[in-house]
């Protein structure tokens, strides 16, 4: 079976610093790995998401992430947070079998990035 | 030019009972789900049709039954509402294309991101 982890509840950062939100996954062959962010009260909103070819991936807002297959993992990054990055952020792994269309979640980290 | 929409947002009745969420996408795609998050925020899918066709059914119990009468939507009834079926429900859809069909440069494999509605919170008191 498919799962995900996100190791860290909360990550707290100032503006203007790097922003890394962790995760590691287990699925049996090549991943299908994706982020998505959730605002209050608001669905979720995709991100960005690794299927094949290079391990860096780039998605929305300026947010990125690091496929590593030897450590299973696939780490959200972004250079330089702002206070709006503020939010609740999943990963998600699906795995790579036709018609297996079941995506699974991690429990989520909270980012806060105060001013 | 709402992508996923659900009704209602809010929803709050008495243990007992029935109700129905209704769900619309308007991408295109021919998958859609239906998950459940709890006062934790976690996610769990509960169904998820294909083409109209039941592909996932989670260890849901049977008071729940998800109907889609087309590809553009999906609904949600649930009988006999407990205090335990509060949470917040999510409809999804995404375009999975078929073994073969795929864009130029990957592997082949199907694989699309999903893409949520705002949310019904339902509230049994």
């Known amino acids: 079976a498919q799962s995900v982890a996100q190791p860290e509840d909360q990550v707290n950062v100032a503006e203007g610093n790097p922003l890394t939100v962790k995760c590691t996954y287990s699925?049996?062959?090549?991943?299908?790995l994706f982020w998505y962010v959730q605002y209050p009260n608001r669905g979720l909103q995709f991100l960005l998401k690794?299927?094949?070819?290079?391990?860096l991936v780039k998605g929305s807002y300026g947010f990125e992430a690091e496929f590593n297959k030897s450590q299973t993992s696939f780490h959200l990054k972004k250079p330089s947070a702002l206070v709006s990055d503020s939010a609740l952020y999943f990963c998600?792994?699906?795995?790579?079998?036709?018609?297996?269309?079941?995506?699974?979640f991690g429990a989520g980290t909270t980012v806060t990035v105060r001013a | 030019d709402t992508a996923v929409s659900q009704t209602p947002k809010y929803l709050v009745t008495q243990m007992g009972n029935d109700k129905s969420i209704k769900c619309e996408q308007n991408l295109g795609h021919d998958t859609m789900y239906w998950y459940k998050q709890d006062s934790k925020k976690f996610l769990k899918i509960m169904f998820s049709?294909?083409?109209?066709?039941?592909?996932i059914n989670e260890t849901v119990p049977n008071r729940f039954s998800p109907k889609s009468p087309d590809k553009a939507h999906l609904n949600l009834h649930i009988n006999s509402l407990e205090l335990g079926d509060s949470a917040v429900y999510f409809c999804?859809?995404?375009?999975?294309?078929?073994?073969?069909?795929?864009?130029?440069?990957?592997?082949?494999?199907?694989?699309?991101?999903?893409?949520f509605g705002p949310g019904t919170r339902l509230t049994v008191t």
């Open positions: 049709y294909n083409n109209k066709e039941l592909i």
């Open positions: 690794y299927i094949t070819g290079d391990n």
């Open positions: 998600a792994v699906r795995a790579p079998l036709f018609n297996d269309y079941k995506l699974s």
């Open positions: 999804a859809s995404s375009q999975d294309y078929g073994w073969g069909l795929s864009n130029p440069g990957t592997s082949g494999r199907p694989a699309y991101e999903q893409y």
């Open positions: 699925v049996s062959g090549n991943p299908y």
